[in-house]
């Protein structure tokens, strides 16, 4: 049983007691009008209100009981639902372990470090290690069944620009797609405002979606599309794929429920998958749905909030919100052009680089905004041994970069601090920049 098997008894419970209470209200109603009348005795109208008195200390007395009941019940299933949260984490655990092993052993194999192998041998080496691959994903997906049935489920939201994450995920979606002849194509804008969710969870909603979109696409191509609505970020995976009964679609977010597949090709899936999804979507304060129609294909959508501002001190203070909340490190830039008069359309310049910053990132968490008459950059986990690196690639993107306004002797200065080490707030963080010497590019 879970919480909503659990409300349901408690709704059910409620019904006949409400129903009680209602018989009992409009017989007293009828009576009293009767009495006014002049049609009943007064020894009757008592006895009529004890027997509705009674009628209502029973009605209460059997609500009290059952909510006593619920209570314990409720309790109860807490109790349970952690032990089988703990059951499966060991279980788990002693899962993983020798398949960690199992996998690894697998891979030396595979790429002939241990000697040469022919080719049907790395064929069935290959099945091997997706097969591990596979009950790995189970494993994961029973933790994340039992974290949500628990509550425990951790959503640790921060600003992400989805454009970026999108990319990583068609990175590594990327070989799925060619083995069977897909397209996969990203189509997400980067200029789209970012959005405040969980980076890891984002990225596992993303990645289920178009692995279920491989899987039931023979031929054709996966689309990943974002746009703004409102407060919200609606991105959409479509495909070309075998597509989706209208039965179907209403219950495919349900737990353990799965799709009867007339292709012999099509491996059933364990009907976790998108139900894990949905709950992650709405714990993320989003939506999911799909829309299909048999054989032309899928179009799964979930919203994602946007940020509430998109100003840089905002993000700024997001970003050190979660930096001391989870204990991590992130390294704040500004960087600034000393010749701005030379440049006709000021603003529309600093857009410009400010998209061409952000189309630069690697990692999703990695925010770029406008700071006034400079360009702020929240990086993360970048250490002191790799900033020049970093600002070397910064350097070449923006030498081989054709702005559209841009004067010829362009001086770019870049400064920078780390959090937590320079400074714990962004006032402190600002300040040590400025003192710090400027870097030109």
Known sequence: MNYQSLENKVHHT?????????????SLAAIFITFIQGALSKNYLIFSFLLISFILIYAGWIFHSDKQGNLKLQKGLKISNEKKRKFLSHISHEISTPLTSL?????LVLDGSLGEINEQQKKFLAIACQSVKRVFRL?????????IESGVIKISPQPLNIAVL???????MQDSAEKKGLNLISLIPF??????????????ILTNLIDNSIKYTPEGKIEVVAEEKENFLKVSVVDTGIGILA?????????????KQERSDVFPGRGLGLNIIKSIVERQGGKIWVESEPGKGSKFTFTLPIVPSSSFQHLLDEAIRFGREEGKMFTLFLLETKNFEEIGQKEEFKRELELLLKETMRNSIDIVGIEKDKIGMVIWHLSEEKIGFFISRLKNRIKT??????PLKSTFKIAWAHFPEDGRSGETLLKKIEGKREINL
């Not at 494993?139 to 974290?147: A, G, W």
């Not at 999108?166 to 590594?172: E, K, Y």
């Not at 039965?247 to 799709?259: L, P, S, V």
Request: glycine content about 2%; proline content about 4%.
């Open 14 to 26: 409620r019904y006949p007691i409400s129903v009680l209470f209602l018989l009992a209200l409009i």
């Open 103 to 107: 996998q690894e052993s697998l891979s």
């Open 139 to 147: 494993v994961d997906e029973l933790l994340d069944v039992s974290r």
């Open 166 to 172: 999108a990319r990583g995920v068609m990175q590594i």
């Open 191 to 204: 200029h789209l405002p970012p959005v405040m969710v969980d980076q890891d969870r984002t990225i596992q």
């Open 247 to 259: 039965q179907d679609t209403k219950k495919i977010f349900d737990e353990f429920y799965q799709i």
């Open 401 to 406: 970069h054709k702005f559209s306004q841009l």
